[in-house]
């Protein structure tokens, strides 16, 4: 299968910091890229859904202020997570569709992030 | 609206003792369904995608099957390294290729 790169795999920052989280497609060019969020026992949810070369679209009730997403070529996705906040902390995970035409998605490996 | 649910939540077994994993789900046109493996700390690795009802995928102990209401996913003779989180998700033809996720069933397999 495809091979999504996730950077960094932990990362504990300080209250009111910002915090950048890589997500890279090893092996093929991505035209779409998707970050999701995952509290613990609980499934994912998504946050937002990032296009090669164009702006992401946040789902509802997520800060696009806050959760700056930039998806600059087809193997780069990024996330940072501005003056971030204790409430923050969480795993986040990218994906990533291989082409057009393939429907499913595969998973980089998450970012336990920690806000303290 | 769009939903998965997965059942039961969690589910303990003996290393050997078959069992199914369900997943319920409602869309309105369904471009394809998924299921995927998470280890604690870890993101989903992918298993299958389903498209039509009547359709079935087979990997080692793992099969997965597809009607147009629910899907089920049979472990045979399960061992303990299958012990992990199964998703299953859906995506529906509207909304640009967004997944849609069940909570997960959690399979504990003891040997």
Redesign the interface.
């Given at each position: 299968g495809a091979v999504v790169s996730q950077h960094p795999s932990r990362v504990i920052c300080k209250s009111g910091t910002s915090v950048k989280i890589e997500c890279r497609s090893l092996d093929f060019q991505a035209t779409t890229m998707f970050w999701y969020r995952q509290f613990p026992k609980q499934s994912l949810m998504l946050m937002a859904t990032s296009n090669e070369g164009s702006k992401a679209t946040y789902e509802q009730g997520v800060e696009k202020d806050k959760f700056l997403i930039n998806h600059a070529s087809l193997t780069l996705s990024t996330l940072t997570v501005t003056s971030a906040h204790p409430e923050d902390s969480s795993f986040y995970i990218c994906s990533a569709r291989v082409s057009t035409e393939n429907t499913e998605a595969f998973f980089g490996q998450g970012t336990r992030l920690t806000v303290v | 609206e769009d939903q998965v649910t997965q059942s039961p939540e969690a589910l303990r077994l003996q290393e050997g003792e078959s069992s199914s994993l369900n997943c319920s789900y409602t869309v309105s046109g369904l471009?394809?369904l998924?299921w995927?493996r998470q280890d604690p700390?870890?993101?989903?690795?992918?298993l299958f995608?389903l498209y039509s009802a009547g359709e079935e995928k087979e990997k080692e102990r793992l099969k997965a099957t597809l009607t147009k209401k629910e899907s089920f996913l049979h472990i045979t003779a399960p061992k303990p390294e299958d012990s992990a989180t199964y998703?299953c998700a859906v995506?529906p033809y509207t909304g640009?290729?967004?997944?849609?996720?069940?909570?997960?069933t959690?399979l504990f397999v003891k040997a």
């Amino acid at each position: 299968g495809a091979v999504v790169s996730q950077h960094p795999s932990r990362v504990i920052c300080k209250s009111g910091t910002s915090v950048k989280i890589e997500c890279r497609s090893l092996d093929f060019q991505a035209t779409t890229m998707f970050w999701y969020r995952q509290f613990p026992k609980q499934s994912l949810m998504l946050m937002a859904t990032s296009n090669e070369g164009s702006k992401a679209t946040y789902e509802q009730g997520v800060e696009k202020d806050k959760f700056l997403i930039n998806h600059a070529s087809l193997t780069l996705s990024t996330l940072t997570v501005t003056s971030a906040h204790p409430e923050d902390s969480s795993f986040y995970i990218c994906s990533a569709r291989v082409s057009t035409e393939n429907t499913e998605a595969f998973f980089g490996q998450g970012t336990r992030l920690t806000v303290v | 609206e769009d939903q998965v649910t997965q059942s039961p939540e969690a589910l303990r077994l003996q290393e050997g003792e078959s069992s199914s994993l369900n997943c319920s789900y409602t869309v309105s046109g369904l471009r394809g369904l998924f299921w995927y493996r998470q280890d604690p700390g870890k993101g989903p690795e992918f298993l299958f995608t389903l498209y039509s009802a009547g359709e079935e995928k087979e990997k080692e102990r793992l099969k997965a099957t597809l009607t147009k209401k629910e899907s089920f996913l049979h472990i045979t003779a399960p061992k303990p390294e299958d012990s992990a989180t199964y998703l299953c998700a859906v995506q529906p033809y509207t909304g640009g290729f967004k997944t849609i996720f069940g909570a997960g069933t959690r399979l504990f397999v003891k040997a």
